[in-house]
Protein backbone atom coordinates (compact mmCIF):
# COMPACT_ATOMS: atom_id res chain seq x y z
CA UNK A 1 0.00 0.00 0.00
CA UNK A 2 1.16 3.60 -1.04
CA UNK A 3 1.51 6.10 1.86
CA UNK A 4 -1.37 7.60 0.56
CA UNK A 5 -3.61 5.10 0.61
CA UNK A 6 -2.36 4.41 4.33
CA UNK A 7 -3.41 8.04 5.03
CA UNK A 8 -6.81 7.11 3.46
CA UNK A 9 -7.31 4.45 5.35
CA UNK A 10 -6.44 6.04 8.43
CA UNK A 11 -8.81 8.74 7.55
CA UNK A 12 -11.21 6.51 6.65
CA UNK A 13 -11.02 4.29 10.29
CA UNK A 14 -11.07 7.65 12.09
CA UNK A 15 -14.25 9.05 10.30
CA UNK A 16 -15.84 5.87 10.79
CA UNK A 17 -15.35 6.06 14.62
CA UNK A 18 -16.11 9.57 15.29
CA UNK A 19 -19.20 8.99 14.05
CA UNK A 20 -19.77 5.88 16.14
CA UNK A 21 -18.60 7.96 18.90
CA UNK A 22 -20.92 11.05 18.57
CA UNK A 23 -24.33 9.00 17.70
CA UNK A 24 -23.90 5.96 19.68
CA UNK A 25 -25.26 7.58 23.08
CA UNK A 26 -28.52 8.96 20.51
CA UNK A 27 -29.08 5.53 18.98
CA UNK A 28 -28.18 2.83 21.36
CA UNK A 29 -30.08 -0.23 21.65
CA UNK A 30 -30.34 0.11 25.38
CA UNK A 31 -32.81 2.82 24.70
CA UNK A 32 -36.67 1.55 25.85
CA UNK A 33 -38.83 1.29 22.40
CA UNK A 34 -41.22 4.10 23.94
CA UNK A 35 -38.61 6.27 24.80
CA UNK A 36 -37.06 6.53 21.73
CA UNK A 37 -40.47 6.81 20.06
CA UNK A 38 -41.04 9.82 22.26
CA UNK A 39 -37.43 11.42 21.92
CA UNK A 40 -37.21 11.35 17.52
CA UNK A 41 -40.25 14.20 18.08
CA UNK A 42 -38.45 16.12 19.80
CA UNK A 43 -35.79 18.69 19.11
CA UNK A 44 -32.72 17.25 20.41
CA UNK A 45 -32.98 13.69 20.88
CA UNK A 46 -29.99 12.93 22.84
CA UNK A 47 -31.03 15.65 25.32
CA UNK A 48 -34.52 13.86 25.68
CA UNK A 49 -33.26 10.42 26.28
CA UNK A 50 -30.83 11.07 28.95
CA UNK A 51 -33.25 13.08 30.58
CA UNK A 52 -36.30 9.96 30.26
CA UNK A 53 -33.87 7.18 30.84
CA UNK A 54 -32.95 9.18 34.36
CA UNK A 55 -36.88 7.82 35.56
CA UNK A 56 -37.13 6.00 38.14
CA UNK A 57 -38.06 2.33 36.63
CA UNK A 58 -37.25 4.04 32.98
CA UNK A 59 -36.86 0.38 31.09
CA UNK A 60 -40.56 -0.59 31.75
CA UNK A 61 -42.03 2.66 32.26
CA UNK A 62 -45.43 3.23 30.30
CA UNK A 63 -46.40 6.60 29.40
CA UNK A 64 -48.33 8.29 32.13
CA UNK A 65 -45.11 7.18 34.20
CA UNK A 66 -42.99 9.32 31.74
CA UNK A 67 -45.64 11.96 31.37
CA UNK A 68 -45.04 12.13 35.43
CA UNK A 69 -41.91 12.43 35.30
CA UNK A 70 -41.00 15.25 32.09
CA UNK A 71 -43.84 17.72 33.78
CA UNK A 72 -42.49 17.15 37.06
CA UNK A 73 -38.77 17.90 35.92
CA UNK A 74 -39.66 20.54 33.58
CA UNK A 75 -42.24 22.09 36.92
CA UNK A 76 -39.08 21.94 38.84
CA UNK A 77 -36.61 23.68 36.03
CA UNK A 78 -39.27 26.40 35.66
CA UNK A 79 -39.46 26.96 39.49
CA UNK A 80 -36.03 27.14 39.79
CA UNK A 81 -35.42 29.81 36.90
CA UNK A 82 -38.39 31.85 38.56
CA UNK A 83 -36.13 32.41 41.37
CA UNK A 84 -32.75 32.88 40.14
CA UNK A 85 -35.08 35.53 37.91
CA UNK A 86 -36.89 36.80 40.95
CA UNK A 87 -33.00 37.08 42.63
CA UNK A 88 -31.45 38.92 40.09
CA UNK A 89 -33.68 41.43 39.20
CA UNK A 90 -32.83 43.90 42.10
CA UNK A 91 -29.01 43.27 40.67
CA UNK A 92 -29.56 44.14 37.06
CA UNK A 93 -28.53 47.89 36.13
CA UNK A 94 -28.20 47.68 32.40
CA UNK A 95 -32.12 48.79 31.22
CA UNK A 96 -31.72 46.68 28.42
CA UNK A 97 -30.66 43.94 30.48
CA UNK A 98 -33.70 44.42 33.10
CA UNK A 99 -36.37 44.43 30.04
CA UNK A 100 -35.10 40.84 29.50
CA UNK A 101 -34.89 39.60 33.04
CA UNK A 102 -38.52 41.32 33.66
CA UNK A 103 -39.79 39.93 30.43
CA UNK A 104 -38.52 36.45 31.38
CA UNK A 105 -39.95 36.75 34.73
CA UNK A 106 -43.14 37.69 33.69
CA UNK A 107 -43.29 34.61 30.99
CA UNK A 108 -41.58 32.28 33.95
CA UNK A 109 -44.58 33.49 36.54
CA UNK A 110 -47.07 32.75 33.86
CA UNK A 111 -45.91 29.12 33.22
CA UNK A 112 -45.64 27.74 36.83
CA UNK A 113 -49.80 27.50 37.73
CA UNK A 114 -50.67 25.77 33.87
CA UNK A 115 -47.63 23.41 34.37
CA UNK A 116 -49.00 22.60 38.46
CA UNK A 117 -52.58 22.34 36.53
CA UNK A 118 -51.08 19.76 34.22
CA UNK A 119 -49.49 17.63 37.08
CA UNK A 120 -52.57 17.29 38.48
CA UNK A 121 -54.55 16.95 36.04
CA UNK A 122 -52.60 13.68 34.44
CA UNK A 123 -53.09 12.14 37.58
CA UNK A 124 -56.90 12.93 37.00
CA UNK A 125 -56.10 11.06 34.07
CA UNK A 126 -57.53 14.74 31.57
CA UNK A 127 -55.32 14.20 28.96
CA UNK A 128 -57.02 17.45 27.87
CA UNK A 129 -56.67 19.29 30.48
CA UNK A 130 -52.67 18.48 30.27
CA UNK A 131 -51.96 19.12 26.92
CA UNK A 132 -53.94 22.52 26.85
CA UNK A 133 -51.60 23.67 29.93
CA UNK A 134 -48.24 21.92 28.90
CA UNK A 135 -49.12 24.51 25.84
CA UNK A 136 -49.66 27.50 27.97
CA UNK A 137 -46.37 26.79 29.96
CA UNK A 138 -44.30 26.11 26.12
CA UNK A 139 -46.01 29.52 24.62
CA UNK A 140 -44.24 31.34 27.89
CA UNK A 141 -41.08 29.58 28.15
CA UNK A 142 -40.07 29.64 24.41
CA UNK A 143 -41.44 33.38 24.73
CA UNK A 144 -38.52 34.09 27.05
CA UNK A 145 -36.36 32.23 25.14
CA UNK A 146 -36.98 34.37 22.10
CA UNK A 147 -36.33 37.63 23.85
CA UNK A 148 -33.30 36.37 25.37
CA UNK A 149 -32.13 36.39 21.55
CA UNK A 150 -33.10 39.37 20.85
CA UNK A 151 -31.32 40.55 23.99
CA UNK A 152 -29.02 41.47 25.95
CA UNK A 153 -28.95 38.36 28.45
CA UNK A 154 -27.78 38.54 32.22
CA UNK A 155 -25.17 35.87 32.21
CA UNK A 156 -26.38 32.02 32.95
CA UNK A 157 -29.60 32.73 31.70
CA UNK A 158 -29.57 31.69 27.99
CA UNK A 159 -28.48 28.23 29.07
CA UNK A 160 -31.32 28.44 31.44
CA UNK A 161 -33.39 28.85 29.38
CA UNK A 162 -32.36 26.24 26.88
CA UNK A 163 -32.34 23.76 29.40
CA UNK A 164 -35.88 24.40 30.41
CA UNK A 165 -37.19 24.85 27.00
CA UNK A 166 -35.86 21.36 25.99
CA UNK A 167 -37.79 20.07 29.03
CA UNK A 168 -41.08 21.26 28.07
CA UNK A 169 -40.45 20.01 24.63
CA UNK A 170 -40.13 16.68 26.14
CA UNK A 171 -44.00 17.54 27.38
CA UNK A 172 -45.53 18.40 24.95
CA UNK A 173 -44.60 15.40 22.50
CA UNK A 174 -45.82 13.00 25.32
CA UNK A 175 -49.02 15.54 25.62
CA UNK A 176 -49.93 14.73 22.54
CA UNK A 177 -49.26 11.12 22.63
CA UNK A 178 -51.56 11.03 25.45
CA UNK A 179 -54.08 11.87 23.50
CA UNK A 180 -53.58 10.19 20.56
CA UNK A 181 -52.70 6.54 22.75
C1 LIG B 1 -48.31 2.88 34.26
O1 LIG B 1 -47.37 2.37 35.20
C2 LIG B 1 -47.69 2.70 36.54
C3 LIG B 1 -46.52 2.30 37.41
O2 LIG B 1 -46.04 1.03 37.06
C4 LIG B 1 -49.00 2.01 36.91
O3 LIG B 1 -49.36 2.31 38.26
C5 LIG B 1 -50.10 2.50 35.98
O4 LIG B 1 -51.31 1.81 36.22
C6 LIG B 1 -49.69 2.32 34.51
N1 LIG B 1 -50.66 3.01 33.68
C7 LIG B 1 -51.17 2.50 32.56
C8 LIG B 1 -52.11 3.36 31.82
O5 LIG B 1 -50.84 1.40 32.16
C1 LIG C 1 -27.71 39.72 43.66
O1 LIG C 1 -26.88 40.51 44.49
C2 LIG C 1 -26.77 40.02 45.81
C3 LIG C 1 -26.05 41.06 46.65
O2 LIG C 1 -24.89 41.52 45.98
C4 LIG C 1 -26.05 38.67 45.75
O3 LIG C 1 -25.92 38.13 47.04
C5 LIG C 1 -26.86 37.71 44.87
O4 LIG C 1 -26.14 36.50 44.72
C6 LIG C 1 -27.13 38.32 43.53
N1 LIG C 1 -28.04 37.44 42.84
C7 LIG C 1 -27.88 37.02 41.58
C8 LIG C 1 -28.88 36.05 41.06
O5 LIG C 1 -26.99 37.42 40.85
Redesign the pocket.
Known sequence: MSTLNHFLLISYVSIYFFFILQFQPCFSINVPPLINQICTKTKNNYFCVKTLTSAPGAANANLTTLASYSLKSTYAAVATTDA?LV??L??VTDPRVKQVVTHCRTNYDGSILPLQTAITSLDEGHFDDVSFNVNQGLTNINDCDRVIKVGPPPPGLPEKSTHVVQLVDISGVISVMLLHQ
Request: hydrophobic share 60%.
Open positions: FALPN
